[in-house]
C-alpha cells in the first residue's frame, strides 16, 4: 500500500487558488505529524506547513497568511488550500511525516 496519494494540483494564474489533498496510510496518519513539502528542480525538498494529529499547526514564513493546512480523522487525509498563488510557489507537492518514503506528489504551476 502506498503510503502517501496525493492529488488536486494543476496549472492556475498567479492569485489563484488550488486544494491539495492527500490519502494516508491509517497506521501513519493516527500518530504522526503530517507535512507538504514541495521541490522545485534543482533546489532541496522543503517543507510548507505541517500539522500535529491534535491539530496544531505551523507555516513557513514564505506561505503564512495564504495557506492553510487541515486534516480529516475520519477519511485520513490531509489538506492545503493554497490561495493567492505565485509563480514561487510552482513546484512538485508532497505530503509525508519527512521520514517516509516518498509518494508520487502532485505538480503545481502558477503561470501567466
Known amino acids: 500500500q502506498v503510503p502517501f496519494v496525493e492529488s488536486g494540483g494543476g496549472l492556475v494564474q498567479p492569485g489563484g487558488s488550488l486544494r491539495l489533498s492527500c490519502v494516508v496510510s491509517?497506521?501513519?496518519?493516527?500518530?504522526?505529524?503530517l507535512g507538504w513539502y514541495r521541490q522545485v528542480p534543482g533546489r532541496r525538498r522543503e517543507l510548507v506547513a505541517g500539522i500535529t494529529p491534535r491539530e496544531i499547526v505551523q507555516y513557513e514564513r514564505f506561505v503564512e497568511g495564504r495557506f492553510t493546512i487541515s486534516r480529516d480523522n475520519a477519511k485520513s487525509m490531509v489538506f492545503l488550500q493554497m490561495n493567492n498563488l505565485t509563480i514561487e510557489d510552482t513546484g512538485m507537492y508532497y505530503c509525508n511525516t519527512g521520514g517516509h518514503a516518498w509518494g508520487q506528489g502532485t505538480q503545481v504551476t502558477v503561470s501567466s
Open positions: 491509517r497506521n501513519i496518519f493516527e500518530t504522526n505529524y
